[in-house]
């Protein structure tokens, strides 16, 4: 594969991921009159962007420029997220199966399930998430225009 094929699918999957990025927390539906975003939100986010980045990985995964090699920025970056994240699948899953089962309101809920270690783990998680999103929005730019 060239270098310019290689380029336009590290383009195409930076443009693939940004949406998801970028997106809005708002699962699961909260109860009426609670604002969010809710602890449960912002871990079923998490989820959902290694979830994503994950399928476009893969979708890419015989671009030269997606290989998680240190020499491929999108690549390893890509292959370190998805580690970190990966990670984090399964408390993310306990936390949505408990969260389908509460019987407390929203934070006597967040106060049971999420101590504070737990938040922290889940704001490293969405820096790393913004970090991720920066850079793709850089793959997005054409490098030669002004910006």
Same mark, same amino acid.
């Given at each position: ?6 380029? *336009?699918?590290?383009?195409?999957? $930076?443009? /693939? ?6 997106? +809005?927390? &708002? ?18 986010r ?6 994503t ?17 240190? *020499?491929?920025?999108?690549?390893? $970056?890509? /292959?370190a997220?998805?580690?970190?994240l990966r +990670?984090? &699948?399964?408390t993310?899953?306990?936390l949505?199966s ?5 019987t ?6 967040e ?11 889940i ?5 790393l ?7 793709c ?11």
């Amino acid at each position: 594969m060239d270098s310019g094929d290689a380029r *336009a699918d590290a383009t195409a999957a $930076a443009t /693939a991921l940004l949406p998801t990025l970028r997106a +809005d927390v &708002d699962a699961p539906v909260l109860p009426p009159g609670v604002t969010g975003p809710a602890w449960i939100q912002r871990s079923v986010r998490i989820a959902h962007i290694h979830t994503t980045t994950g399928t476009v990985a893969h979708h890419y995964r015989h671009s030269d420029e997606l290989d998680g090699h240190p *020499a491929q920025p999108l690549g390893y $970056a890509l /292959a370190a997220v998805m580690s970190v994240l990966r +990670d984090f &699948d399964r408390t993310a899953d306990e936390l949505e199966s408990l969260w389908d089962r509460r019987t407390t309101g929203v934070a006597a809920w967040e106060r049971a399930h999420l101590p504070t270690a737990v938040r922290e783990h889940i704001i490293a998680l969405e820096e790393l998430a913004r970090a991720l999103c920066t850079l793709c929005f850089d793959m997005t730019l054409d490098p030669h225009e002004p910006h």
